[in-house]
């Protein structure tokens, strides 16, 4: 696999995954002039309250073979009449049966912040219920599932569960200011803190992928040790563990570093 990143790249066009509802397909123009099929996919899962649109520069920076698949959650934008998924379970077993047509090439997952658990607990079913091992698991400003700590932010009323978020670091929002979208977008971000607070696995198992952690240097909502933690869920035998200046949102500032990165873990599995 070979980095593109060194020369401008036309935007990635993106689509409404035909796989449901799933997933924003982001892929580069460049990509069909080499036959459409790309070599690999990224499955992107955003934040608790966050949406596929975090990813829509990625496909841009990325090789040309390297398509993304930006995972859409129940409950906002143009599925925010759908229900909300209740637990864990829930959602990653929606998503590892909506990646199934999409199996046909090697998968890559990424998560950030709550989205991390999610492509874990995707990784897990992919592997129990498709054969099918990701070529890496890369978990973004998240404690491994044995390690988190909860805050209970989900319970609390909504100033207080804004204050928790603009804690953690300032990406976006401002949109919580303006009381329309306050209202629009509130239960979607205090329906993820439940999730992800509900979620408290004591004996996860591994994946057989290798983990990469990615971590903000100043995240607040991170304890290193326990970013660390993530080693003990990999059977492959392979870890590791980046970090970048900035926040529990370092990946906003830091996108270009953060996908070189990206794509040097992956040329390490390419045959």
């Given at each position: 696999m070979t980095s593109q990143t060194s020369r401008p790249s036309p935007p990635a066009?993106?689509?409404?995954?035909?796989?449901g509802s799933w997933f924003r397909h982001y892929r580069s123009n460049r990509l069909d002039r080499l036959g459409g099929a790309p070599r690999l996919r990224l499955v992107c899962f955003p934040h608790a309250g966050g949406n596929a649109q975090l990813f829509h520069g990625w496909a841009a920076r990325l090789p040309d073979d390297v398509e993304v698949l930006a995972?859409?959650?129940?409950g906002r934008q143009d599925r925010l009449h759908e229900p909300f998924p209740e637990s864990m379970d829930v959602l990653a077993d929606a998503v590892a049966a909506a990646l199934e047509p999409w199996l046909d090439r090697p998968l890559a997952l990424f998560g950030h912040s709550m989205g991390a658990s999610v492509a874990y607990e995707t990784a897990l079913r992919l592997e129990a219920r498709y054969g099918v091992t990701p070529r890496r698991l890369m978990v973004s400003g998240r404690s491994a599932p044995h390690r988190a700590k909860?805050?209970?932010l989900h319970e609390r009323d909504d100033d207080t569960l804004i204050a928790g978020v603009r804690r953690l670091g300032d990406l976006g929002s401002e949109v919580y200011d303006i009381p329309e979208l306050r209202?629009?977008?509130?239960?979607?971000?205090?329906a993820d803190y439940r999730l992800i607070e509900g979620y408290r696995p004591e004996r996860p198992s591994p994946v057989g992928a290798p983990i990469t952690a990615y971590l903000g240097d100043s995240d607040p909502g991170c304890v290193l040790e326990d970013v660390i933690a993530w080693s003990d869920l990999?059977?492959?035998?392979?870890?590791a563990l980046r970090t970048y200046p900035g926040?529990?949102?370092?990946?906003?500032?830091?996108?270009?570093?953060?996908?070189d990165?990206?794509?040097?873990?992956?040329?390490?599995?390419?045959?």
């Open positions: 066009r993106p689509e409404v995954s035909p796989a995972v859409r959650y129940p909860v805050s209970g209202e629009l977008l509130l239960p979607a971000l205090r990999t059977s492959a035998g392979q870890f926040d529990h949102f370092y990946l906003a500032g830091q996108e270009a570093e953060l996908i990165d990206i794509i040097k873990d992956l040329e390490e599995l390419s045959p």
